[in-house]
T-cell receptor, first 114, second 115 residues
Framework: NAGVTQTPKFQVLKTGQSMTLQCAQDMNHEYMSWYRQDPGMGLRLIHYSVGAGITDQGEVPNGYNVSRSTTEDFPLRLLSAAPSQTSVYFC?????????????FGDGTRLSIL | AQKITQTQPGMFVQEKEAVTLDCTYDTSDQSYGLFWYKQPSSGEMIFLIYQGSYDEQNATEGRYSLNFQKARKSANLVISASQLGDSAMYFCAMRETDSNYQLIWGAGTKLIIKP
């Protein structure tokens, strides 16, 4: 039971570098989302997708891009990393056809920007 | 205005005691869902329990139950017979009907169980 798989688990970047955080799910969920969690805080929505080819911005989208070419994959791109983007990033998925079902989370990516 | 409020930033509870974690919410929707998640120090997000706005009975899952008071817009999590392994952050979240399936999250409560 893979569920939601995020890679990498840890990453250190220099300011200005770009990178892609990978997220894949094998539950055929239409809804996928990316959150960031800063120390001692709750989750803030970055971007989300309600199906392949459809993405939208969340609460804190600046500095991030997403695409959804398949149901399974939802990568998050940092365009030019900044120290303010140091955070733990979570990918989640859910089945919108069953609103009482929870979002399933990956294990997170700990990202440090120097 | 915050849609999900968790008023207890941190709590200490003696092992084996019951604990109630508060969550109040604000919505004008008639149909919505409330979720509780646990985040241990290892960092993963673990789903605990769900309450739908039309559910007539309070949700229960093992040692977890929800004290759902719709008129007061509160959905407090009750953990019975607390264990050391219950020490974690606990988050309350709400999904509104017209929210495009997004969850709105509270800031969390850090629960520490004392032996």
């Amino acid at each position: 039971n893979a569920g939601v798989t995020q890679t990498p688990k840890f990453q250190v970047l220099k300011t200005g570098q770009s990178m892609t955080l990978q997220c894949a799910q094998d539950m055929n969920h239409e809804y996928m989302s990316w959150y960031r969690q800063d120390p001692g805080m709750g989750l803030r929505l970055i971007h989300y997708s309600v199906g392949a080819g459809i993405t939208d911005q969340g609460e804190v989208p600046n500095g991030y891009n997403v695409s959804r070419s398949t149901t399974e994959d939802f990568p998050l791109r940092l365009l030019s990393a900044a120290p303010s983007q140091t955070s733990v990033y979570f990918c989640a998925s859910s089945d919108p056809g069953h609103p009482n079902q929870p979002q399933h989370f990956g294990d997170g990516t700990r990202l440090s920007i120097l | 205005a915050q849609k999900i409020t968790q008023t207890q930033p941190g709590m200490f509870v003696q092992e084996k005691e019951a604990v109630t974690l508060d969550c109040t919410y604000d919505t004008s929707d008639q149909s919505y869902g409330l979720f509780w998640y646990k985040q241990p120090s290892s960092g993963e997000m673990i789903f605990l329990i769900y309450q739908g706005s039309y559910d007539e009975q309070n949700a229960t899952e093992g040692r977890y139950s929800l004290n759902f008071q719709k008129a007061r817009k509160s959905a407090n999590l009750v953990i019975s017979a607390s264990q050391l392994g219950d020490s974690a952050m606990y988050f309350c979240a709400m999904r509104e009907t017209d929210s495009n399936y997004q969850l709105i999250w509270g800031a969390g409560t850090k629960l520490i169980i004392k032996p």
